[in-house]
């Protein structure tokens, strides 16, 4: 079992930027590919980002590419998203999740954080 929470989240102008953090409890974090999620009000979550267990492989949505950069820390048992050049549009609750095989999927991640709020106004 792994629990985690993520912080970092805030208000930023568009065109600035945020570090979320997401800490994992327990001693398999590395067993774990990692994801980033997001859910804007009236919308469905949607997949960001994920890493694979150690760190070699990462895939972003087109939406975030070449804007946000998702890393992790085994040793610290934490995940990293780096959101740069943020947009109005980014405004969401991100929520940072694990997963036993790769995948893009809310359905291919076993464990869920709480989520934390990222606005970024205009």
């Known amino acids: 079992q792994v629990q985690l929470e993520e912080s970092g989240g805030g208000l930023v102008q568009a065109g600035g930027s945020l570090r979320l953090s997401c800490a994992a409890s327990?001693?398999?974090?590395?067993?774990?590919?990692m994801g980033w999620f997001r859910q804007a009000p009236g919308k469905e979550r949607e997949f960001v980002a994920r890493?694979?267990?150690?760190?070699?492989?990462?895939y972003y949505a087109n939406s975030v590419e070449g804007r946000f950069t998702i890393s992790r820390d085994n040793a610290k048992n934490t995940v990293y998203l780096q959101m740069n050049s943020l947009k109005p549009e980014d405004t969401a609750v991100y929520c940072c999740a694990a997963a036993g095989w790769r995948g893009t999927r809310v359905s291919d991640y076993d464990y869920w954080g709480q989520g934390t709020q990222v606005t970024v106004s205009s």
């Open positions: 327990g001693r398999t974090f590395t067993r774990y590919t």
């Open positions: 890493i694979t267990t150690s760190g070699a492989s990462t």
